[in-house]
């Protein structure tokens, strides 16, 4: 009788356990259409960014939605939908995503202003300032043909909004295209992104608040080419993920690490092991998202872009494996 019940115990324990271990590498993954939301919608939130702030995930994306057209006369793939402002979803465990609407609105019929319809409105990141305790988006703002090439800046008291735009710079008087935001431990913030038309990368110390680029910026993987930078730290190491240029088409990640946000960054090979790994399995990474309360728990998020028809583009999140100073995504 006593054998029974230890056995019946340790059955139960043990299913208790693998089914546990399976849910968390299931929550790590999403491909193509299974990022949906609690209405059941497929999650808009291109190029995203994810918060984590009280107890709460706040993903943020660009809104594709609308006719694909490309832009004449450029000697690249210039594929372009309407900028349709930045997406805001909520979750509590990675999984449940609820629409919280769209929290930086695009604006028509002024095409001179940089939230336009007509405009570029790309890769929306958002950080919390503990002091001024108030929640920062950044984005790449641009113009058809991408030759305006500017960071935008907008605030909210809320993680969810209303955003308020505040402008667009170019730091330093360089340019900024594919961006991402970074808070250290520290509570130091960081621009990243890529700059000099495309070839070489920034990285550039945020003002306390958060809203102006400073002087101090440092410039890394010089004449490597290299967009959709996405950043992240673990124990005290800074790795630094990015792809190539080549459109909206998939090509070979990369990765850098450092011991110092600013550098020197020493490059490494590509982070994604197996069938497909040279065009990224058909996605572009933008993002490395830190699982909460999950030290070295981390999931690359990457885009699987439709370039023909923008608003049909999916997602690829796979979990980050860490072997002590490198990385591979599978
Ligand atoms: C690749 C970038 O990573 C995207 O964000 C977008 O800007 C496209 N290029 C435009 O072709």
């Not at 919280?100 to 939230?115: A, H």
């Not at 250290?184 to 550039?204: F, P, Q, R, V």
């Not at 992240?232 to 459109?247: A, D, E």
């Not at 960054?265 to 909460?292: D, H, M």
Request: proline fraction near 5%; include cysteine.
């Amino acid at each position: 009788m006593k054998h029974t019940l230890l056995i019946a115990l340790l059955i139960t324990y043990n299913s208790f356990w693998f089914s546990n271990s399976i849910h968390a590498e299931n929550d790590t993954r999403f491909t193509d259409d299974e990022l949906i939301d609690t209405d059941g919608k497929p999650v808009n939130a291109h190029g995203a960014g994810v918060l984590y702030h009280k107890g709460v995930y706040y993903l943020f994306g660009e809104v594709k939605q609308g006719k694909t057209w490309l832009v004449p006369k450029q000697n690249w793939e210039d594929f372009r939908v309407p900028a349709g402002g930045v997406s805001c979803y909520s979750s509590t465990d990675l999984k449940h995503w609820k629409n919280r609407g769209v929290v930086l609105k695009p604006t028509t019929n002024n095409p001179d202003y940089d939230l336009d319809t007509s405009r570029v409105i790309e890769r929306p990141k958002v950080i919390y300032n503990e002091h001024t305790k108030k929640f920062i988006m950044w984005m790449h703002i641009d113009k058809n043909d991408y030759s305006y090439s500017r960071g935008g800046v907008a605030i909210s008291d809320k993680p969810f909004g209303p955003y308020k735009y505040l402008g667009s710079v170019k730091p330093n008087n360089q340019m900024l295209r594919d961006m991402t935001l970074f808070k250290d431990d520290d509570g130091k913030a960081y621009l990243i992104y890529s700059s000099e038309n495309n070839n070489t990368m920034h990285i550039c110390l945020l003002s306390s608040d958060y809203l102006t680029p400073t002087k101090a910026y440092t410039r890394i993987l010089v004449n490597e080419g290299r967009e959709s930078p996405a950043i992240f730290k673990n124990q005290g190491k800074y790795f630094l993920i990015t792809s190539g240029c080549s459109g909206w088409s998939p090509n070979a990640a990369s990765y850098a690490v450092a011991d110092h946000v600013m550098g020197p960054w020493l490059e490494r090979e590509n982070p994604c092991k197996g069938v497909n790994a040279e065009v990224s399995f058909f996605s572009q990474g933008g993002f490395v998202l830190p699982v909460a309360n999950k030290p070295g728990s981390f999931i690359f998020m990457g885009d699987r872009w439709n370039k023909t028809d923008l608003e049909k583009s999916t997602y690829l999140w796979l979990p980050v494996h860490i072997i002590n100073d490198k990385i591979e995504i599978y």
